[in-house]
T-cell receptor, first 109, second 111 residues
Framework: NAGVTQTPKFRILKIGQSMTLQCTQD?????MYWYRQDPGMGLKLIYY???????DKGEVPNGYNVSRSTTEDFPLRLELAAPSQTSVYFC????????FGEGSRLTVL | GENVEQHPSTLSVQEGDSAVIKCTYS??????FPWYKQELGKRPQLIID?????GEKKDQRIAVTLNKTAKHFSLHITETQPEDSAVYFC??????????FGPGTRLSVLP
């Protein structure tokens, strides 16, 4: 039982590049979330999903897209990366207790 | 939507003393209030939680109290130890099943 797995752990992007952060969970959770955490700050919700085929915007969705084709996977797509997207990204799943992945540290230069 | 405030933003205590972190929330429909601990460079992990039909919950040195009327809840850590040093986040789960987090409290336990 691996829990929530995120890849990659680290990535450096140039301004304007695109990339996908992968997230998969093996706990059969319907609810999945993407958060970003800026240095010294709290967790801001980007997108969430209540089940396969259903996604919705959170507090800071601009510049991101998600999809949820299966219960297990919830990838986060960054289009046209900007320096403001430099952050640590956490994927989480669960409806009561949130289980977090290890995080993906993204730097946009 | 829900808004969660958390105080203080930083807290330093001597080893063995108690630490208290307070949070307020805005949405009276929120019904679940977890606390997460995040060590440096690690993922947040749940340490204790409380539901809206309970006023207090305790787990060894950690306790959480909830005042639904005033819409605030607090984390109490007794007999603090150096390994308690971390950032602590409170959260409120709103009617839409979303978790809204407070900005965090950096706790330092001084030996």
């Amino acid at each position: 039982n691996a829990g929530v797995t995120q890849t990659p752990k680290f990535r450096i992007l140039k301004i304007g590049q695109s990339m996908t952060l992968q997230c998969t969970q093996d706990m059969n959770h319907n609810y999945m979330y993407w958060y970003r955490q800026d240095p010294g700050m709290g967790l801001k919700l980007i997108y969430y999903s209540v089940g396969a085929g259903i996604t919705d915007k959170g507090e800071v969705p601009n510049g991101y897209n998600v999809s949820r084709s299966t219960t297990e996977d919830f990838p986060l797509r960054l289009e046209l990366a900007a320096p403001s997207q430099t952050s640590v990204y956490f994927c989480a799943s669960g409806s009561r207790e949130l289980f977090f992945g290890e995080g993906s540290r993204l730097t946009v230069l | 939507g829900e808004n969660v405030e958390q105080h203080p933003s930083t807290l330093s205590v001597q080893e063995g003393d108690s630490a208290v972190i307070k949070c307020t929330y805005s949405d009276s429909a929120s019904n679940y209030f977890p606390w997460y601990k995040q060590e440096l460079g690690k993922r947040p992990q749940l340490i204790i939680d409380i539901r809206s039909n309970v006023g207090e919950k305790k787990d060894q040195r950690i306790a959480v109290t909830l005042n639904k009327t005033a819409k605030h809840f607090s984390l109490h850590i007794t007999e603090t130890q150096p390994e308690d040093s971390a950032v602590y986040f409170c959260a409120a789960k709103d009617y839409g099943q979303n978790f809204v987090f407070g900005p965090g409290t950096r706790l330092s336990v001084l030996p």
